[in-house]
């Protein structure tokens, strides 16, 4: 190696400018996109390219000049392919600074050769992960080396350009075109990139174990979150805010979906499609939620997609007008042509069958979103939100009441239908804003009340949005009857029989108020708060 060091002599050592030669490059990549027209770029500006394993095939197989990294180093790969960069030559070589000349004779004294551009991305740790493979696998696909020389060549980014991303390359060939280096602007915001990748990464690994069953601390100490992003935002809940959607795991909803048409979703939208297309995934027949900002204004069970839409739509149908519609399952030509006779934002479904494609396509300013699939309501996981200098995190409300589940307190006991109906409401009370109050009749809300200071105004708002539809309801609270008030304000309005958690103080006071209502009621013992 020593024709390579006399880049190093100390009267050029301590020169630094802005622009950063890029004469050495380490290439290891996973995802090979764009690999091959970046690697040639480099090659034909005279820039050795340093390489390993199956980039290094990929860039011969096109006549591309590689050096194999062992080849450099003097030290072959061993432990099958587990140690191959993490020697002296290599991150010497990336953490040395030119700009300080007793770096510069450390390396030249241990035959350390310049590397001026490393071009990194992972092993494919989430992807393994999202793909169901057995812990081994998992394990296997946690990169040890790629972190290292990311944060190396992060970290001297005065001297070294860190590429982590294909969507980098042209930044950097523009520049290396023009200059034969990059300049420290785009440096820095590599770096920054590099350090946000890794962080990501090794939260995605964190969380993965911690799911493992043999982590004992449900909360550890140290508590991180990444992902990666999925768009930019024109802005975010108002136009003054700026915002970005990053997408986290692989839980089928608005973040893995395909959107087939329409304008791009804003923060208020990918905000309700989320709300709407996990309330949809509550219920076994075809259903559909119409969603509101972020509450919902209508759902309904039924023997098909359309059935179900004109029951939701039945409930609130002002309120419904440019909502957000998730369904359960495949839209079809029918339910397309019901739900399309509206204005909505946005139709949220596992899938679409070609009639209906085209139904949909006639209304062009219409998002359409494909998951795939549905989540699991019952799944484990965290949920995350943030408050001034911290996040409250918990996990997610994935408690479900079966009949058997219930205890009746009341004189009267629910008929069939009622035990059904109350079923339904309790499950749609979890995804509306306590204090939530839901009527429900024959697997159909009939009338909503979210998001009220005292559970009695849930009560009488839903009872007024639902007019004569109350009559014969059940309702749902999603947290016990503090007082007898709420709840003589749902039997006036014509419910005749109510689920709720139960647990109040003045239990006897309400339960006597339903006896002498001539109610059924029956107590969850889980409630369903949603601030």
């Not at 339904?424 to 979890?430: G, H, N, S, T």
């Not at 999603?478 to 419910?495: I, K, Q, R, V, Y």
């Amino acid at each position: 190696m020593g024709d390579t060091l006399a880049v190093f002599k100390p009267e050029f050592a301590p020169i630094m400018t802005a622009t950063a030669p890029i004469r050495r490059a380490l290439i290891s990549v996973s995802d090979k996109t764009g690999l091959i027209p970046f690697a040639k770029a480099l090659a034909v500006g005279g820039v050795e390219i340093l390489s390993t394993g199956g980039s290094a095939a990929a860039l011969r197989e096109v006549g591309v000049a590689v050096k194999d990294v062992s080849a450099h180093t003097g030290f072959p790969e061993i432990l099958d392919g587990r140690v191959k960069t993490l020697v002296p030559q290599i991150h010497g070589g990336i953490l040395g600074r030119r700009d300080l000349p007793e770096h510069v004779a450390q390396m030249n004294e241990h035959d350390i050769a310049p590397i001026d551009l490393v071009c990194v991305n992972l092993y494919p740790f989430e992807a393994t992960v999202a793909s169901g493979a057995d812990f081994e696998t998992c394990v296997e696909n946690i990169d040890i080396g790629g972190p290292a020389l990311t944060r190396a060549a992060a970290k001297n980014h005065d001297h070294v350009t860190i590429v982590t991303d294909p969507a980098q390359y042209d930044a950097v060939l523009e520049q290396f075109t023009a200059h034969g280096g990059t300049d420290a602007t785009l440096r820095r915001r590599l770096a920054a990139a590099a350090f946000s990748r890794t962080a990501a990464y090794d939260s995605a690994i964190a969380t993965w174990f911690a799911t493992q069953g043999t982590v004992q601390e449900e909360f550890p100490r140290h508590f991180s979150i990444g992902g990666s992003l999925r768009q930019g935002l024109r802005y975010g809940e108002n136009p003054h805010q700026s915002a970005a959607f990053y997408a986290l795991g692989a839980r089928p909803g608005v973040a893995t979906a395909r959107q087939l048409q329409g304008k791009e979703l804003s923060y208020n939208n990918i905000n309700d499609t989320d709300a709407a297309f996990e309330c949809v995934a509550e219920f076994e027949q075809p259903s559909v939620v119409i969603v509101k900002h972020a509450n919902p204004c209508g759902v309904a069970s039924a023997a098909s997609l359309a059935e179900a839409w004109d029951l939701a739509l039945r409930c609130d149908p002002v309120s419904a007008f440019g909502g957000i519609v998730a369904l359960n399952r495949t839209l079809d030509a029918e339910a397309a042509e019901r739900i399309t006779s509206i204005f909505s934002e946005v139709i949220v479904a596992p899938d679409a069958d070609k009639a209906a494609l085209e139904i949909v396509a006639r209304k062009k300013a219409l998002r359409l979103l494909l998951t795939g699939g549905m989540p699991d309501p019952a799944e484990q996981g965290m949920a995350v939100r943030s408050v001034a200098g911290g996040l409250l995190v918990q996990t997610r409300d994935n408690g479900r009441i079966q009949r058997q589940d219930l205890r009746v307190v009341t004189k009267r006991v629910p008929t069939d239908a009622e035990w059904r109906d109350l079923l339904f409401a309790f499950r749609v009370c979890k995804h509306v804003k306590s204090n939530a109050i839901i009527y429900a009749k024959d697997l159909a809300t009939t009338g909503i009340g979210a998001g009220q200071m005292s559970r009695v105004d849930s009560a009488r708002i839903a009872a007024q949005k639902g007019g004569a539809l109350i009559a014969g309801s059940v309702v749902a609270s999603d947290a016990f009857f503090p007082f007898a008030d709420g709840l003589e304000a749902a039997s006036a309005a014509g419910a005749t029989a109510v689920i709720q958690p139960g647990g109040s103080v003045r239990d006897d006071e309400v339960i006597a108020a339903a006896d002498a209502a001539g109610l059924a009621m029956v107590f969850t013992g889980m409630r369903h708060f949603r601030h």
